[in-house]
């Protein structure tokens, strides 16, 4: 079995892959200071709840945005599991397509681990939309090479900014307005209305943009915890993906095995 650990600014994910299927996947908030053996602890009882048992994980790879995070996640590996863990986008586990950037280093973990799931579930052209801290939005062209994206602030962080930043706008959650009306008739309504459906109409715009930029038929891949939620109030998503970074971590692990 492959462990795969996806290290996001937010929040850091462990998934299982029995073969090709996730056989289990947790989530834990990310804090850069919890040691290796506090992972342990956690995740030794998780897989026993599961019936994995600790030796039949026989290979780690770990995608990280955060830096801080790696040293701790691969004594987990080393000391826990006796593997040294692959890390992706170094060494063996470079990404292995082109990134057509001013910058290719710059390249977050998260998204080229996207990048690669992507081009492995749709041919041609496509544009990947991942929700999360920040929102990310990446461009490939038909031969799978990287040609840029954009970065807004997530939805959750801009709304943490509209309530932080007034003195009487309550905190509200984040979820789909009653109905399709646009005006709200109080301030939570219009509040919601305001980053639902904004959030929608700067999606579906920057995405129209890219793809009459890029020029030819280019398929929707999303991603992230709000995929499901956008997805059931807008048609411009082709493939919805929850677990698209960590098939991608997947992918890599095999292709630095084959």
Known sequence: MLLAVDVGNTNLVFAVFDGDEVRARWRIATDPRR???????????LLSIENIERDQIKRIIVGSVVPRADHNLSVLAEKYFGITPLIAGRGAAEWGFAIDVDQPSSLGADRALNCIAAHD????DKVVVDFGTATKFEALDYNGT???????????????ALVGKTAKL???????????????RNTEDQMLIGIFWGYVAMMEGLIERMRSEIGRPTKVVATGGLAVLFDNHTDIFDVVDADLTIRGLKLLADRVAS
Do not use: C
């Open 170 to 184: 309550p905190r509200i959650a984040i979820r789909a307005p009653e109905g399709r009306s646009v005006i709200g």
């Open 146 to 160: 990287y040609k840029g994206g954009i970065i807004t602030p997530g939805i959750n962080l801009s709304l943490d």
């Open 35 to 45: 040691t290796g053996d506090e992972y342990a602890v956690w995740l030794l009882q």
């Open 121 to 124: 579930l749709v041919e041609g």
